[in-house]
T-cell receptor, first 110, second 115 residues
């Protein structure tokens, strides 16, 4: 079963705008990870945030984690056409498996 | 390219046939994982190996499924007596260490279609 739920399920924005997607999960985690999936490059790891961290940055990506609300957000700034993909959050409980959410389909309109 | 590779990329088979998929992880990675992904869903964990030992299997992995990693390098996933419900993308990933600290690198997947 899916652990996380991404919101929204689909998002379309103009190139250059910022995109925000959210992830909620059900149980305590060790870390939370965001992945991107498109037909060209498959599933690619974007960023990992540990349960004792609240915010993390990587290039145009900003991830926040609120363990009290069991939620995380991914912000992509200054979006580009190449950012068009599905984005998944995945939670890690310490049992060596990732549990993925259902994904947000992001479309960047040139 | 030294990423995770999977073969074949696509497989079409008739219901009842057996199929086998292969995964070659990144060479220095001791952990190898199999996931299944159906349309519109995120990947779901099937099983994982640390070196040649299979340490966890999901309830999704029925007795028709078997996975091996005989020498701690490549892995195979076999599905016997395939059913239409087995149609999915099968993803392999590898990692150099414990998931608390290391990311998983995914291969391109094998898309299985059971007719």
């Amino acid at each position: 079963s899916q652990q996380g739920e991404e919101d929204p399920q689909a998002l379309s924005i103009q190139e250059g705008e910022n995109a925000t997607m959210n992830c909620s999960y059900k149980t305590s985690i060790n870390n939370l990870q965001w992945y991107r999936q498109n037909s060209g490059r498959g599933l690619v790891h974007l960023i990992l945030i540990r349960s004792n961290e609240r915010e993390k940055h990587s290039g145009r990506l900003r991830v926040t984690l609120d363990t009290s609300k069991k939620s995380s957000s991914l912000l992509i700034t200054a979006s580009r056409a190449a950012d068009t993909a599905s984005y998944f959050c995945a939670t890690y409980f310490g049992n060596e498996k990732l549990t993925f959410g259902t994904g947000t389909r992001l479309t960047i309109i040139p | 390219d030294t990423g995770v590779s999977q073969n074949p990329r696509h497989k079409i088979t008739k219901r009842g046939q057996n199929v086998t998929f292969r995964c070659d992880p990144i060479s220095e990675h001791n952990r190898l994982y199999w996931y299944r992904q159906t349309l519109g869903q995120g990947p779901e964990f099937l099983t994982y190996f640390q070196n040649e030992a299979q340490l966890e299997k999901s309830r999704l992995l029925s007795d028709r499924f078997s996975a091996e990693r005989p020498k701690g390098s490549f892995s195979t996933l076999e599905i016997q007596r395939t059913e239409q419900g087995d149609s999915a993308m099968y993803l392999c990933a590898s990692s150099q260490g414990q998931g608390a600290f290391y990311e998983q690198y995914f291969g391109p997947g094998t898309r299985l279609t059971v007719t």
